[in-house]
């Protein structure tokens, strides 16, 4: 699985536009890029994927340039309760039958200031 | 929505001592899948499976074991406890067909002293 790279931590403020970038070099061609965000002592909680160009939710955008090496994962007017870490994965598509294990690197932690 | 619900939430146990987890993923999701976070870091994949069957393995260690049951609960156990597995285990479940989508059940606080 591709190694990804992003920020160790950001600071923000309320209302603002977050946007966190991911490298990832090594993604192969059934790659998907996910994104999970995680409060202290809850689980990861799934917000985003994408395989290229943009995808937007009622969440989040995720933007994805043609070659897949990067990722942006933007955020709109976060708010205090955005506070957590951000996790960047590539996760190989299974079509049939099989799992995709998680692999977590060093996530990113985003704190929003009043 | 119904959740991952994850039994016990907090857990302690003395060192060689044994422990068992226990998941109950989400009404129709075929996959389940244990990941460990010790204090301060990142998630790490231990093992998951689908439709009963081991699929996957990840950083598990041997004194640990895992299965999946005929009504899709799932079961870690953990024997000869150690300082070190004092973490928070998480269980996940999915569909198989978009598993990077994965729910994530409240944890189970383990505390080894």
């Known amino acids: 699985l591709a190694k990804t790279t992003q920020p160790i931590s950001m600071d923000s403020y309320e209302g603002q536009e977050v946007n966190i970038t991911c490298s990832h070099n090594n993604i192969a061609t059934n790659d998907y890029i996910t994104w999970y965000q995680q409060f202290p002592s809850q689980g990861p909680r799934f917000i985003i994927q994408g395989y290229k160009t943009k995808v937007t939710n009622e969440v989040a955008s995720l933007f994805i340039p043609a070659d897949r090496k990067s990722s942006t994962l933007s955020l709109p007017r976060v708010s205090l309760s955005d506070t957590a870490v951000y996790y960047c994965l590539v996760v190989l598509f299974h079509g049939s039958g099989n799992t995709g294990k998680l692999i977590f690197g060093q996530g990113t932690t985003l704190q929003v200031k009043p | 929505a119904a959740g991952v619900i994850q039994s016990p939430r907090h857990l302690i146990k003395e060192k060689r001592e044994t422990a068992t987890l226990k998941c109950y993923p989400i009404?129709?999701?075929?996959?389940v899948y244990w990941y460990q976070q010790g204090p301060g870091q990142d998630p790490q994949f231990l093992i998951s499976?689908?439709?009963?069957?081991?699929?996957d393995k990840g950083s598990i260690p041997d004194r640990f074991s895992a299965q999946q049951f005929s009504d899709y609960h799932s079961e870690l156990n953990m024997s000869s406890l150690e300082l070190g597995d004092s973490a928070l285990y998480f269980c996940?479940?999915?569909?198989?067909?978009?598993?990077?989508?994965?729910?994530f059940g409240p944890g189970t606080r383990l505390t080894v002293t």
């Open positions: 499976f689908y439709e009963k069957m081991q699929s």
């Open positions: 009404p129709r999701h075929d996959t």
């Open positions: 996940a479940s999915s569909l198989v067909r978009s598993s990077y989508e994965q729910y």
